[in-house]
């Protein structure tokens, strides 16, 4: 039998239906608009250049609001905030206004200003608020509603006292986990909009621990930063930098869901366009690689390829012609005072080589019998000349950073004359055969050695106009679609289309480029308008040249934990990696509270934080999960994981699962688990640990603990990432002695 209470509640979620589907109703109008409007620009042929340009910034501009009206299909409206007055407003993911009524607001934008109570208010501080609604829906419906009353009497202490919509957030929290960040904007805390909303220029860490909402927080200040400065940061786009592809897939679908399509991700490693840098090598070697000494390496290198032989003999004509060190000397002086780049700077070392030898030329045939058009004939048939071509080949070759880098690499010689200060072992690590694949590490090495050569711009031109025809065709196939959609149900129209659109280009290979930052993603030399690091303990002082070179303007934020560097080349404290470049310009923000790993976990976790460094301080834990973790030893853990896999996969349903190995035994170990794979969208995942980086799960398996610390000289802080990588549940599996740190782990 249903209570006053229980109808109430049916009558209220009655009417938030209504509300809700008016909105719904409401975005539908402004996506037959848009597709009616990029319609009628496609349909523009011909006319002038500028005609043309104007159509594509229309094509541009109605194929991203579709694109945006799309992406917001999910969980458009979520929440409500009554205020004292009897005002209200509705809070979702977009802004959309009443054309009727003097575009009076239907629904506030979670980014504006006016949003901000709907995070920030509390019973202590109410804003004028009276009631905060968090709005539960599925696909279009209203399926529930939380609310909170900011009435400083209503407030009971407690372990969670501080959180704003705690009813949802921990809905949120417990939710199992589908391979895939979702985003959090219903749910945003106190502490996380803070920063979110910090204002764009300068440089702003984001320290906090594991499950601290630092990756959910970088990706809802890009979408915040986009809202609020659009005309600035659209030109030049937001890069967010990830650690690996596994991370980048992961967190990939927050910000479309967000409505922004215009940010780049990408690891530091493809940051290079037209080179996929996935080869492998030793840790040492990579850490070599990141060392700040390696901009004087390849520095170097560049000026070990300026050379001055005592002699050179050019044979021309019936004659030979002699350069000799002074005269090389003095070319070359010339031409590396010009501070040019190298391969730009070689047009005056030709010049100056040009006129010794026509000089020579000039005064063996006798100067008094030449008049000034004999001369000029001389000189331009010593540029023609192969012979004198290849002499000044030799001399200042014209390099790419590739040719550069893989020459140094393969000669002993180069490599001992660029790195006077590597010892002979170090050196002997960074050798590698020509045609060798390129790493990681290398892109920061061929990123200055760029900067350092220089670049012809004739390809990059030619790819833009590429990249202009490109966007077109999508826009294009966008509209076919919704053509051939026409006569379908209109409920269920677009969304799915265009999605559908987006994936059909990529399975094609036709990539859209109307952002700026799709373009920039073909070009080395764009700066962005913002640049957001993610797990920026992990990156190398050649990583962060490479950054820092993309964004002139240090407007950055930087996320990350110090306790968790794994790499041995990553940070150790924020002010040693970041004044280098802004000195004590850069501004600390700080998390505290895990919303991933439950006190149970963290507790073991704990233990380890203390063993990388007693002085400091877990996160505290919203929640506890009621499991506690544990520990089995067995005679082998690759005879002993099956089963224990099994039974664990079987407790978590739905959840996903991951076995966190050490690196070095990821192969042997993948092989045991039945099904077992890296694709984050399998129930059951099993990787190394460096690969977990940034990662969760319902619960996490870690094995041979023992070998995870000893694998690395970071191998604690390793072990404190795998331990905190579960939302639910923890258990390990060890036929080695269990490490003293994880003597909390009850025994199973
Ligand atoms: N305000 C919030 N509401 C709901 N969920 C949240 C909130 N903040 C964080 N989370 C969730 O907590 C989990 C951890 O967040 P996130 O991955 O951003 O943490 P992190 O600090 O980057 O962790 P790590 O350093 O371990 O990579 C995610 O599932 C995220 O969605």
Known sequence: MSTPADELRIAETDSEQEYVSMLYSRLDDLREQSSKRLSGALRQTGGTHQMRSERDTSVAMYSDQLA????????????????????????????????????????????????????????????????????????????????????????????????????????????SRTGQMGDIVATI?????????????????????PGTGK??????????????????????????????????????????????????????????????????????????????????????????????????????????????RKAISAARGRARRTRRPHNEARRTFQREVITTLANQAVARLGRHLLDAADVDDIRRELRE??????????????????????????????????????????????????????????????????????EDDTEAKARAERQRRQAVDYAQGVLDILDLADDADPEILMATDLVDAYKLAERHGAERYETAAERAAADRTWTFGHVIVDEAQELSAMAWRTLMRRCPSKSMTVVGDIAQTGDVGGATSWSEVLSPYVLDRWKLTEL?????????????????????????APPTSVRDSGFEPWARRVGSVADGLAEVVGAESAAIGDGKLVVIVPSARLAELRAVVPGATDDLDAQVVV????????????????????QILAESPRGASDLYVALTRATQRLGVLHAEELPAELGRLATA
């Open 68 to 175: 945006q009206y799309s992406a917001v299909e999910n969980g458009l409206c979520f929440g409500r905030l009554d205020f004292h007055t009897d005002d209200r407003f509705y809070i979702g993911r977009i802004g959309l206004f009443d054309e009727d009524k003097e575009y009076e607001p239907l629904l506030m934008d979670w980014r504006a200003p006016a949003a901000r109570p709907f995070y920030l208010a509390t019973a202590a501080a109410p804003d004028g608020v009276r009631r905060r609604r968090h709005l539960r829906t599925k696909q279009r419906k209203v399926v529930g509603f939380d609310d909170e009353s900011l009435d400083i009497n209503s407030v009971v202490p407690g372990r969670n006292e501080g959180l704003t919509g705690e009813a949802t957030l921990l809905a949120a929290v417990n939710a």
């Open 189 to 209: 805390q106190a502490e996380q909009d803070r920063i979110i909303r910090t204002e764009l220029n300068g440089v702003v860490v984001v320290q906090g621990g």
């Open 215 to 324: 990756t959910a927080v970088a990706l809802h200040r890009a979408a915040y930063l986009l809202y609020t400065h659009r005309r600035q940061l659209a030109k030049r786009g937001v890069l967010v930098v990830g650690p690996n592809s596994t991370f980048l897939r992961y967190i990939g679908q927050v910000l479309p869901s967000l409505g922004e399509t215009g940010v780049l991700l990408s690891t530091v490693g493809e940051l290079y366009p037209g080179l996929t840098a996935t080869g492998r090598e030793p840790t040492e070697a990579a850490t070599i690689k990141g060392r700040l000494a390696m901009a004087d390496v390849v520095a170097h290198a560049v000026r070990d390829r300026q050379e001055a032989p005592a002699l050179v003999e050019v044979p021309f004509e019936q004659d030979v012609l002699k350069l000799d």
């Open 385 to 454: 000349d192969p012979k004198v071509q290849a002499a000044i080949d030799r001399l200042w070759p014209v390099l790419t950073p590739q040719r550069l880098l893989e020459e140094l690499y393969a000669s002993p010689k180069l490599l001992a004359k660029a790195a006077p200060k590597l010892t002979p072992a170090e050196r002997e690590l960074l050798r590698r055969a020509p045609g060798g694949e390129w790493t990681p590490a290398d892109v920061p090495l061929l990123d200055e050695a760029a900067e350092l050569l220089g």
């Open 592 to 616: 505290t509270v895990n919303y991933r790993t439950p006190s149970e976990i963290m507790a073991v976790a704990a233990d380890v934080l203390a063993s990388v460094d007693a002085d400091l």
């Open 687 to 706: 990787l190394g640990v460096t690969d977990t980086k940034g990662l969760e799960f319902d619960s996490v398996l870690v094995v041979e603990p023992a």
